[in-house]
């Protein structure tokens, strides 16, 4: 019993800790915005925005229009290069940071995202298993991780051959959506896989 507990208690914090580090991160994003904001706010005519909603409404657009800004700056391939080499050197070293940069990703379908691509896993006996690819591992195998239900983001991690791993055609929300609800769902979505 106590073990069974303790493994709960982990797996609940794996799928805690995350979360509130993005709830953190945004909100002290939107704190940041908000102080250089606040003068902006001041060079409207009053009137222009409630007076209790200015300054959230430019942080709000100042966020957008940074998160453009550097998304058009990363679209330029010396600018990426430079990027990624100081990625590698700082942010990549800092644990849970690439996990979190690669849900991120996979959640917002992002032509670069490389990992928690939606798959399932053939076995010897003709079964099909859900997994997430997280990373190719040489030429010939793949890194999965065989999600449990109903936390898909926590679960066991194996290296298996690529030819017995299947992409699956949809979008990460829907998949772990459906391995959420224990698998509700999830044969429309191997059935996108058959359709290909």
Known sequence: MFRYLKNAIVRGLVMLIPVVMVF???RELLEVMIHFATPIAD???QGTFREEDATEIIAVILIVLAALT???IWSIKPSRIAGEWIEDRTLNKVPMYRMLKSLVAAFLN????K???PASLKHEDGSLEPVYVIEEHGDDMLVVMQPWTPTPFAGTIRV???HRVELI???LDEYSLALTHFGLGLSDAMK???DK
């Open 160 to 162: 298996v051959p690529a």
């Open 192 to 194: 996108k896989s058959g």
């Open 115 to 117: 990992s928690f691509k």
């Open 24 to 26: 953190l991160v945004i």
């Open 70 to 72: 550097l998304g058009i």
């Open 110 to 113: 992002l032509e670069d995202g």
């Open 43 to 45: 060079l409207f005519p």
């Open 169 to 171: 055609p949809v979008s």
